[in-house]
Nanobody
Framework: QVQLVESGGGLVQAGGSLRLSCAAS????????MGWFRQAPGKEREFVAS????????YYADSVKGRFTISRDAGKNTLYLQMDSLKPEDTAVYYC??????????????????WGQGTQVTVSS
């Protein structure tokens, strides 16, 4: 089992940057594929990015490709999401999630067993 705690959210102007962190408990962090999802007000939660167990393979939603970068630090048991060139439509609560099976369907939230509590990101125009 793993517990996840996000941090790094906040208010930023359009065009700015933020880096989200997700601290994971336990010694098995490297055995999980990890993902970031987000939920805007009145909308369903959606996939943002995923990184596989190997720490090399990464995947992004089209809406964030080229602006966001997902990474992980096994030594610190931490997942990151670097968000650049932020837009007002990026405003949402961002969640990190862990998938113990390294499922190839990385964008489907039901494949992730563990979730953090979320961190708010607000981008002003």
């Amino acid at each position: 089992q793993v517990q996840l705690v996000e941090s790094g959210g906040g208010l930023v102007q359009a065009g700015g940057s933020l880096r989200l962190s997700c601290a994971a408990s336990g010694r098995t962090f490297s055995s999980y594929a990890m993902g970031w999802f987000r939920q805007a007000p009145g909308k369903e939660r959606e996939f943002v990015a995923s990184i596989r167990r190997n720490g090399i393979s990464t995947y992004y939603a089209d809406s964030v490709k080229g602006r966001f970068t997902i990474s992980r630090d096994a030594g610190k048991n931490t997942l990151y999401l670097q968000m650049d060139s932020l837009k007002p439509e990026d405003t949402a609560v961002y969640y990190c999630a862990a998938d113990r099976n390294n499922n190839p369907y990385y964008s489907r939230e039901y494949n992730y067993e563990y979730w953090g509590q979320g961190t708010q990101v607000t981008v002003s125009s």
